[in-house]
């Protein structure tokens, strides 16, 4: 469902106060404010510890545009989310209160009764310094303390007047291991002028990195079935222009490729929000 600006405080309101994904790639309009399970920050944990690394850099997560044919096979894991146990939003007065700040992160750590030097304190000490990162070339980035910021952000990248959808993953039973999974249908390019990823991070209440990328994105549909029998629908994400990534980036590493030779794909994890306009690109 494409977002109108009359309707974005019921968003904001529906966001706020709803819990819980149902089955598929869904467009949320009235949806839940999403969250971490241990899992997703341990796996984001692994992921902050370059610039480029947030990205679902899970072993054999990357792919190319040539992979995007019925009946290719590639392994891959997809992890469902706990809602019921994971970090919540702030109310944005309260989440502006607190500093964000690495400088106050001995601070932080006493506020949220966490010992430094613990596993909970690298995390949050890796979630600030990522968010104080200067962003890339062509490269826009926010991490979002509250969803009301997160929101504006998003409003910010497609205008104040532009329609817009946010897609996210929910896949069924709890997680997989690593396995193969064959592309079921003909994947479905979603039509979007502009893109913003917002991933989950750890931290205490819920954050998340949101960034976009000016030199273009194509988003999908995958459906893809495992070999445990499950079926995904998945939304992943080509990546059109790599030139200012990392050579050492660890998607070249496996698929053998060099910054700007070709687009790079991956699949989004289910504590990602998309969120995609359908504006007409700007000339």
Not at 74 to 100: K, V, W
Not at 164 to 189: A, D, M, R
Not at 192 to 210: G, L, T
């Amino acid at each position: 469902m494409a977002l109108g600006f009359a309707n974005w405080f019921l968003v904001l309101y529906t966001l706020l106060s709803t819990c819980g994904l149902g089955n598929g790639v869904r467009e949320i309009s009235k949806q839940n404010s999403q969250e971490l399970t241990s899992h997703d920050q341990n796996h984001m944990h692994t992921q902050l510890s370059s610039h480029m690394d947030h990205m679902e850099a899970s072993k054999n997560g990357f792919f190319t545009m040539e992979d995007l044919y019925v009946g290719k096979r590639m392994p891959t894991a997809f992890y469902n989310i706990n809602f019921s146990s994971s970090p919540r939003f702030l109310p944005r007065e309260e989440a502006d209160s607190i500093p964000f700040s690495s400088t106050e992160l001995p601070n932080l750590l006493n506020f949220f009764s966490i010992s430094p030097g613990s596993t909970q304190a690298k995390a949050m000490a890796e979630t600030i310094n990522s968010c104080e990162l200067e962003p890339m070339k062509g490269e826009t980035k926010f991490c979002a303390t509250s969803l009301e910021s997160m929101l504006q952000f998003v409003r910010g990248i497609f205008g104040l007047e532009a329609p817009f959808k946010v897609l996210t993953n929910h896949y069924p039973g709890s997680s997989t291991l690593l396995q193969n999974y064959t592309i079921l249908e003909v994947p479905k390019e979603i039509s979007a002028s502009d893109m913003v990823a917002c991933h989950a991070v750890p931290y205490p209440y819920a954050v998340f990195y949101c960034h976009t990328q000016r030199n273009g994105n194509k988003v999908f549909k995958i459906v893809l079935g495992g070999e445990d029998g499950n079926r995904v629908e998945a939304v992943a994400v080509c990546h059109m222009d790599t030139s200012e990534w990392s050579p050492d980036h660890i998607s070249f590493r496996l698929l053998g490729l060099k910054p700007g030779t070709s687009p790079v794909c991956h699949f989004f994890l289910a504590s990602v929000l998309v969120w995609v306009s359908s504006s007409p690109p700007s000339d």
